[in-house]
């Protein structure tokens, strides 16, 4: 059988042949420690459970849910953007559900572009914007992300040529793997560009709430001007341990919007209301868990950062995320240094090069493992650097 071309350039996802290697492991008697995936291993709160067991059991919420999504979801969402980021969106025409941000950064490319259209993506960046994209049939223009440049894009260094064809642009700060944050007056430049190119902006923020020493991340929707050429894509996977739920929502550009809820309309029926009535209920409030959680990663951040650098690793303490973005050791590539910890100590950390060429030489190191797994990592990895 012949299937679909368009799958003929797609490698399969980074994370599932990273699962399938710790499968492989685990079966052969390892005992891996994972700090390859972002995926929070603390459970999703009681609190947020319990409100669920609740809507569950309520009748309303168990036929097809409305296409535009249950009035309260957007107004807990329209409130959590005024509150938080001084942002002001409507919450009919301006916010609607994700099945998680993931969907919806992949299928915003769909009701963006058409094939031979450049598209502007973060390299490295989260591997959705890319494999979109490619789907589409469309350019994905790398835009490195170097330590030189504080992992942010260098704007003047894109060809005028190819901004004048771009059509879309992704960003994300605090950054998935990097760990940068925005600085200065990133946002702001970006809003020129865009506007000065006709593009429109995704700015994916998934990571706005998980911040360590008082660093507060920004909407991009706050800068002047983002509304008219912006959206922004939020969930609640990461700081509520929500991963498993699929909960996301986006905002802004009413003109960016519209056609992306056109298309999910007529591709998935919305998302099971039980879910939109609790994740109304978590952006209400109160915040405490994620305090909670931001005191718990700063601490094993500060594990791992003293203990990497205990060992001769060069590791940077970062402000947001559940990241470390760390240069591999002399002698080794991305890859090699992802095999050698695997092979030699059990450990699995996640190679840069697989998210874009610009991260080779890099590996990432998730904080989603306790305290006593980190150490023990680490001193595995130094055992195995010994040898
Ligand atoms: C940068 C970034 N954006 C979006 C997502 C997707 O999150 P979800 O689909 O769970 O909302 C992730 C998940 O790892 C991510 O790292």
């Known amino acids: ?11 399969p996802y980074l994370f599932a042949e990273i699962e399938r290697k710790i499968a492989e492991k685990k079966k052969a008697g390892v005992d891996v420690i994972s700090l390859g995936i972002g995926d929070p291993d603390l459970p999703t709160p009681a609190y947020i459970v319990e409100e669920m067991q609740r809507q569950v059991a309520d009748p309303r919420n168990h036929q097809y849910p409305s ?4 009035p309260e979801f957007g107004e807990a969402g329209a409130a959590y953007m005024a509150r938080r980021f001084g942002v002001t969106i409507d919450p009919v025409k301006e916010f609607f559900p994700l099945l998680g941000s993931k969907e ?5 490319c769909w009701s963006t572009l058409d094939a031979g259209d450049v598209v502007l993506v973060p390299d490295p960046g989260y591997p959705v914007y890319a494999a979109a994209s490619l789907l589409v049939g469309a350019e994905a223009v790398h835009m490195p992300l170097l330590p030189e440049n504080a992992f942010l894009p260098d704007l003047d260094a894109i060809d005028p040529e190819v901004a004048g064809r771009a059509k879309l642009m992704f960003i994300s700060y605090p950054n998935n793997p990097t760990a940068g944050v925005v600085e200065g007056d990133f946002f702001e430049r970006v809003v020129a560009f865009a506007k000065k190119n006709d593009i429109a902006v995704v700015h ?5 709430e998980l911040v360590f020493d008082g660093y507060e991340a920004p909407s991009f929707l706050a800068t002047p001007g983002a509304m008219d050429i912006g959206v922004e894509f939020f969930s609640l996977s990461k700081p509520f341990n929500m991963t498993g739920w699929r909960v996301g929502f986006a905002v802004g550009s009413r003109e960016i919007l519209e056609p992306l809820w056109r298309l999910k309309t007529n591709l998935d029926s919305g998302m099971f209301e039980a879910i939109q009535r609790t994740g109304a209920f978590v952006l209400n409030g109160p915040w405490d868990f994620v305090h909670e959680m931001n005191a718990l990663y700063t601490g094993r951040r500060d594990i791992l950062v003293d203990a990497l650098r205990h060992i001769g690793l060069d590791t940077p303490s970062p402000k947001a995320t559940i990241y470390i973005w760390i240069p591999v050791p002399a002698g080794y590539s991305s890859a090699s240094f992802a095999a050698h910890v695997l092979d030699q100590a059990g450990v699995v950390v996640t190679p840069g090069n697989g998210y874009g060429e610009a991260g080779e030489g890099f590996v990432r190191i998730s904080l989603t ?3 006593a797994r980190i150490r023990e990592a680490v001193e595995r990895i130094e055992r195995s650097l010994r040898l």
């Open 204 to 208: 994916d923020n998934a990571y706005c």
């Open 1 to 11: 059988m012949r299937f679909s071309r368009r799958m003929d350039g797609l490698p």
């Open 369 to 371: 493992a306790p305290d």
């Open 67 to 70: 296409n535009a999504g249950v």
């Open 104 to 108: 919806g950064l992949a299928h915003i």
